[in-house]
């Protein structure tokens, strides 16, 4: 009998068409909860590292001697990596079992983290982090091609909402428990004592994964990945020297220009790579991604604003533990403390928003919360003051994840129920790979608005003027990400202004 994801009547014939019927009393495959678990398991400890290691950066600093411009290539790097390994998820889907790439992804991690507790210099936790990155990068999307390839269509919503969970709440719980787990246990066990959850995420994984269809000997295109990784890493590395040129301006230094050009350079031959990629996989029968899923009008507004709402919760990410340290003198044990509530109460709430999709379709529950959203953003612009208190970043943040972790889940199931099942992978793939993009060019983004604040000021030879600087940038960065947040809430209604049409 048909049947399809249910959505507002704006939702596409043709997306009717391409859906299974399936009872809303169908209850879900105990073996498929535990894979997803497995799978969600590997993501939430890959995605916690992302944001915990933040919290490490004092320590690391003085540790290995080395500066900020260094260190937080320990988190961009990361993501950088992520966001390279991820469009390989629809090869992968395709070409190896699901058992295999998990098994290759449990090894990468439980690798990256064993060499991050033994490391003994910045390029060998550098190397750590690498690894981490690749798979993490393979984990992410396999977990959500489980959900989408297995899942009964009556409970997508429900489980999307479960699987995007990890995504919404990881990076929001990393600074809680890096400040916490610092103070507490060092830095190095922080990584070692994750190794267990990995081991036992394998042994469940390997038992209750299955394989719903054959594999495919498909080709693998080396170029477009060069390509990808050109055009990837040459971004970050723009918007790193535009931070820098601005930071060098505003202090009068004279290599200002040279970064400035540099900047645009880099600028140029990543818009080149990313648009000589998407002419190669037009003309490939099977590249890297289908760049045909971009043809849906709803898909590439609703994929935007998922980017966007990514963006803005890895910058909090970044911005919460360092304006409350570096600006308001907190310790890194209350800097993630501040952040601990509304992470918990998005745990909590994100498959909740995940079922009000099953039961009253995408717009409502998305733009609704997303209006939350920004009325926690709109607290925090209001309340963190100089003369205020660290705590009423909390109230703010507690406002705005309660939103996102109903919106973002939300997001990424009504942009995935507007295009075929045959396009799913690649569709998944755009998704997973612009959110890791969007998490590194978030981190870098708050990370200039609070460099060029503190530009010609030291911690330690005024500390006070440190703190005021980096309290302005703080406010700066509020209202940059305020500007993104409206961004993604326009998106999303553009998206179901397109459904209607469709």
Request: glycine share 10%.
């Amino acid at each position: 009998m048909p049947n399809r994801v249910r959505s507002d009547s704006s939702t596409s014939s043709s997306n009717a068409q391409t859906s299974v019927a399936q009872p809303a009393s169908e209850r879900v495959d105990p073996k498929l909860l535990l894979a997803i678990v497995a799978t969600g398991l590997m993501a939430f400890i890959g995605i916690l590292t992302e944001t915990m290691t933040n919290v490490l950066f004092p320590t690391l600093m003085e540790e290995f001697h080395i500066g900020t411009a260094m260190v937080q290539w320990l988190t961009t790097g990361y993501l950088l990596v992520v966001s390279i390994v991820t469009p390989l998820s629809s090869y992968l889907n395709h070409r190896f079992t699901l058992k295999t790439s998990f098994i290759a992804a449990v090894v990468l991690c439980i690798a990256g983290l064993l060499l991050a507790s033994l490391a003994v210099n910045f390029p060998m936790l550098m190397i750590a982090r690498i690894l981490q990155g690749a798979g993490t990068g393979v984990a992410l999307p396999l977990m959500f091609n489980i959900i989408l390839e297995q899942s009964p269509r009556s409970r997508l919503g429900l489980l999307m909402g479960v699987g995007n969970m990890v995504c919404a709440i990881a990076p929001a719980l990393g600074p809680t428990v890096g400040g916490v787990g610092v103070a507490a246990i060092g830095w190095r066990w922080m990584f070692a004592i994750l190794i267990p959850f990995l081991v036992i995420a394998g042994i469940v994984g390997t038992m209750t994964i299955r394989q719903p269809r054959p594999t495919e000997h498909v080709h693998f295109h080396w170029a477009q990945l060069i390509l990808l990784i050109a055009g990837f890493v040459a971004f970050v590395f723009a918007l790193d020297r535009f931070g820098s040129a601005i930071t060098a301006l505003t202090a009068n230094e004279h290599n200002a220009i040279g970064t400035l050009l540099l900047a645009i350079g880099l600028l140029v031959v990543s818009v080149a790579a990313l648009v000589w990629f998407a002419v190669a996989s037009k003309r490939f029968s099977d590249p890297l991604i289908h760049m045909g899923v971009l043809r849906s009008v709803p898909f590439r507004w609703h994929l935007l604003a998922y980017v966007m709402l990514e963006g803005v919760t890895i910058g909090f990410g970044y911005l919460i533990p360092n304006l409350s340290q570096l600006g308001f003198g907190a310790t890194s044990t209350v800097a993630g403390l501040l952040i601990l509530p509304g992470a918990l109460l998005g745990a909590v709430l994100a498959p909740v928003g995940g079922a009000l999709l099953d039961r009253f379709g995408p717009m409502r529950p998305i733009l609704s919360t997303m209006a939350l959203a920004i009325v926690g953003i709109l607290l925090m612009l209001l309340l963190v003051r100089p003369s205020a208190s660290v705590w009423m970043i909390c109230v703010g943040y507690i406002a705005y994840m309660v939103g996102f972790s109903m919106a973002y889940p939300n997001t990424m199931t009504a942009g995935m129920s507007v295009i075929p099942a045959s396009m799913q992978p690649d569709g998944n793939a755009m998704f997973s790979t612009f959110q890791q993009l969007a998490g590194a060019v978030g981190t870098t983004v708050m990370s200039i608005c609070l460099g060029v604040a503190q530009a010609g000021r030291s911690i330690t030879a005024d500390k006070a003027a440190f703190a005021a600087a980096t309290q302005r940038g703080g406010h700066v960065a509020f209202s940059v990400l305020l500007v993104v947040l409206l961004g993604a809430f326009l998106a999303n209604i553009r998206a179901f202004a397109a459904r209607r049409t469709a």
